[in-house]
């Protein structure tokens, strides 16, 4: 008998480590589209007005005041919309990538 509830609670927790993957798995998706397109927004009107910036002014804000802004002070918000979605998308994707990672170990352990 106590055999058969450890084998229910192992399928069970199974199940639900399944669901928390494929959840996680959904919230990236729905997460990378939903910044995608904002991103994209805001890129779509710093190409238009030929706002030029490379990766670097993305991850250094010093470099970025000191080299970019002064050139473009009219597309401050943008740059910064543009800076912050960036840096925000590239968080949670990585922090998403992570959980579903440790998720998938636990659940390659209970198989």
């Known amino acids: 008998m106590l055999e058969r509830r450890s084998s229910f609670y192992l399928c069970a927790m199974y199940t ?3 669901s928390i993957v494929i959840g996680l798995f959904v919230a ?3 997460v990378n589209v939903y910044f995608r397109a904002k991103v994209l927004k805001t890129y779509g009107i710093l190409v238009r007005n030929k706002v030029e910036f490379g990766a670097s002014h993305i991850f250094n804000r010093q470099k970025l005041e000191e080299e970019i802004l ?3 002070p009219q597309f401050r918000n943008e740059i910064e919309s543009f800076i912050r979605h960036m840096q ?3 968080k949670m994707a990585s922090v998403l990538v992570a959980l579903i990672t440790a998720f998938g170990a636990i659940l ?3 198989r």
């Open 28 to 30: 990236m998706l729905f």
């Open 108 to 110: 390659m352990y209970f």
């Open 16 to 18: 639900l480590l399944l």
């Open 70 to 72: 002064p050139r473009y």
């Open 88 to 90: 925000y998308s590239i």
